[in-house]
């Protein structure tokens, strides 16, 4: 097990992504190691913007249809796990592939138009942008509708964090990069993280995003609002947009098995969701 596979305290995330979101903040460009994926492309939102892997890095195959955007932002940011194999690969190499791997489940086994999530970030830290159109729609302010939260896609974006976390915990180079994905997300859409950010289970009947990744929620949203105060985004309201009273968690009973199917994690989509 290499150090970037070691399972992290989650109050040790703070230091590292203060720093992380200090860098950027100051207009400094963090490198990091040999990629054998091609870069890609920095847009409006470049410094609060952490690296994301485009379709085209990981080959992405081309959907059925394209996805709807709406002209407006989700108001959740849900964590998902993958419900995977905790894999020691941590290559980009790895990353794409265990996206096209889900890419291929969801259209070929489930018969949806794409992959289901709108990101993927794989056990290596390696963020992959998901369900087509979704980068460019993060980017301009916008939401594309995916298949991740049955009955709330319309309002919320999933991420999909690799491995199953019902009794292991995340690695180190995940979670830094969920960090950084969230407070990305929270700045362009103006969202707040202490009431933005929840899991799978806290909207739909499910163990999802496990037992360890949902409890470190708490330090999750704090590590979030403090990377984004380091950076000084400007203009930013303290406490976020107001979440509709229909579109608030209901937090349901967790069930006590987790359906054992490739790539399930719970319910994704509901009778109110478009066909996907």
């Known amino acids: 097990m ?82 995977t194999a905790n894999s020691n690969d941590t290559s980009t190499s790895h990353a794409a592939a265990l996206s096209r791997a889900i890419q291929r489940y969801h259209m070929d086994t489930n018969g949806w138009d794409d992959i289901g999530q709108q990101l993927t970030i794989s056990r290596g830290g390696h963020i992959m942008a998901g369900r087509n159109t979704s980068l460019a729609a993060i980017r301009g302010g916008n939401h594309t509708v995916g298949a991740q939260t049955a009955n709330h896609n319309t309002h919320t974006i999933g991420i999909e964090n690799e491995g199953t976390y019902s009794s292991a915990t995340p690695p180190d180079a995940l979670l830094e990069a969920l960090v950084d994905t969230c407070a990305w997300l929270c700045a362009v859409y103006n969202l707040n993280p202490s009431k933005a950010i929840v899991g799978h289970r806290d909207f739909n009947v499910t163990g999802c995003p496990g037992d360890q990744l949902y409890a470190m929620l708490p330090q999750l949203r704090s590590d979030v609002r403090t990377l984004m105060r380091a950076r000084q985004t400007a203009g930013q309201p303290e406490d976020g947009m107001e979440v509709p009273e229909e579109h608030r968690p209901t937090y349901p009973a967790r069930p006590m098995d987790e359906r054992h199917t490739e790539f399930f994690h719970g319910p994704a989509l509901g009778e109110n969701d478009p066909v996907t």
């Open 2 to 83: 290499t150090m970037r596979d070691q399972p992290v305290v989650p109050g040790d995330l703070t230091r590292r992504t203060v720093l992380r979101g200090a860098a950027l903040a100051s207009g400094g460009v963090l490198v990091g190691g040999a990629s054998d994926l091609g870069r890609g492309t920095r847009a409006a939102h470049a410094a609060a913007e952490p690296h994301i892997y485009t379709r085209a890095n990981w080959r992405a195959r081309k959907p059925k249809r394209r996805a709807q955007v709406l002209g407006r932002g989700p108001d959740h940011i849900v964590v998902h796990h993958t419900a």
